[in-house]
């Protein structure tokens, strides 16, 4: 599971024991300037796509979780 904070942090949470087991925080230099918000994540085809703070669009590689 997927889940994103209000200062565009995405974290991979493990659904079945809620261990977190992952974060990215991208860097932004206007981070002070915007208001907090949170929209949450698409994951499609193996990707997790979130938005940040100062408008883009992050692409990251979700982990193959099939195998457990």
Do not use: C
């Not at 997927?2 to 860097?27: E, H, L």
């Not at 918000?37 to 499609?44: D, E, T």
């Not at 997790?48 to 990251?60: E, H, N, Q, S």
């Amino acid at each position: 599971m997927y889940v994103t904070t209000p200062y565009s942090t995405v974290m991979a949470v493990d659904a079945r024991n809620g261990k977190r087991s992952g974060a990215k925080s991208p860097s932004s230099r206007r981070r002070s300037l915007l208001r907090p918000n949170n929209r949450g994540v698409a994951i499609s085809n193996g990707t997790v796509y979130f938005g940040t703070l100062d408008a883009r669009l992050i692409a990251l590689d979700a982990p193959d979780r099939q195998s457990e």
